[in-house]
């Protein structure tokens, strides 16, 4: 019996990703808010159970609790420090194995004009 050699191809689909993996919020005055929103999918339902990495000037939460495929995150930045920003975020979720994703805030904050 002659044997045949097939080559397979198999996509792996991640139990979570994010649109967009990099959130650049450009430059942003010092005191003066910005907000930007970005998208995280899952295969199945999920729950966001937090947010790492986030502090005083980068607040990020989900626009719905609920369990769903698609959450809507709401990224707002707000410091007075001039300087640049480069941070990296971690979404942690319910679900039971690959359940965290983590995504990148860039932003240039410049000083605010004296008053």
């Known amino acids: 019996m002659e044997q045949v050699r097939v080559p397979l191809t ?8 994010i649109s967009p993996a990099v959130v650049t919020m450009g430059t942003v005055k010092a005191d003066e808010e910005s907000v930007r929103r970005i998208i995280v999918r899952g295969v199945k339902p999920f729950k966001i159970t937090s947010i790492k990495g986030a502090d005083d000037s980068l607040d ?49 904050i410049t000083p605010d004009a004296p008053k």
Do not use: C, M, Y
């Open 60 to 108: 990020v939460r989900p626009a719905n609790k609920d369990e769903r495929e698609v959450h809507v995150l709401s990224i707002k930045l707000k410091t007075n420090k001039a300087g640049t920003l480069d941070k990296v975020l971690r979404v942690v979720t319910d679900l039971k194995s690959d359940n965290e994703i983590d995504f990148r805030v860039q932003a240039v």
């Open 10 to 17: 198999v996509e792996v689909e991640s139990p979570l990703t």
